[in-house]
């Protein structure tokens, strides 16, 4: 689906130097601290979906798409309430988190924005309170925005290309390219390999289903749903070139102070 129009940006962003520039665990500790958003905005959408296409209200009434409310709870099954390494039931996110941990990336930023969340501050504010980058609270309140306010078939679509078929596809790549060993990061690499294999076996084909039966032969709705997966795809970029330019502010510093040592020890 969409396949000619969105290639060359699916190819720009799996071509992306952000998945060689994480060579090290210094270096995945900072991808995180600031990927762990989009990780967390994900749950969003997934939710909007599920509102829309099951029943979540009391008094419950059967969804006009029993066979589209049945994939979308699948996935949310396996997103909100999947198991770790050691069988215990966890969400993605508590994934990621004890993956952060487990290297001493930071979650401070997070906590503080996860924090301001659940005392009833808007996303956007919590995003600013918290000091979240500039680019980073451009990509999720985009998201929450759509979630919140988008059609069924568009925030399909972001969900769809924007995440289901675009995240096996950067995880394998950030995988093969980056320069962490396996023992360095155990729990990050669970969760990688564990996205691919749900990924590109069970969510992708599954959303897709979902927004082919949403579309059907509508162009309006088909027209809404493609700008929807183009833009959905722009956003990732350009979270991506906020995290490169972070990386090479970093290499920048680093660079500054190892070059004033060598002058003061000279």
Known sequence: MFAESLKDLQAELI????YRAVESVDELRRFMRIHVFAVWDFMSLAKSLQNSLTCTQIPWVPPLDEASARLINDIILNEESDVDRAGVAASHLTLYLKAM???GAPTD???EF??????????????????????AQEFVSSNIFLANHGSVEEVASCFLFGREESIPIMFRALLHKWGIAVDEAPG???????????????HGPAATKILEKLIGNDSVRHA???????EAIRARIRLWDGLLDQFSIGQERIN??????????E
Request: charged residues 25%; aromatic residues 8%.
């Open 256 to 265: 500054q102070v190892s070059a004033f040592a060598e002058l003061v020890h």
């Open 224 to 230: 809404k749903a493609l700008h929807s997966a183009q």
């Open 101 to 103: 941990q487990e290297i």
């Open 114 to 135: 996860l924090s301001h969340v659940k005392k009833g501050a808007a996303v956007d504010d919590a995003l600013r309170e918290a000091g979240v980058p500039a680019y």
């Open 188 to 202: 990050m690499i669970y969760y990688l390999e564990r996205h691919i294999e749900l990924d590109s076996k069970q």
């Open 109 to 111: 930023l997070f906590d």
């Open 15 to 18: 071509e992306h130097p952000i």
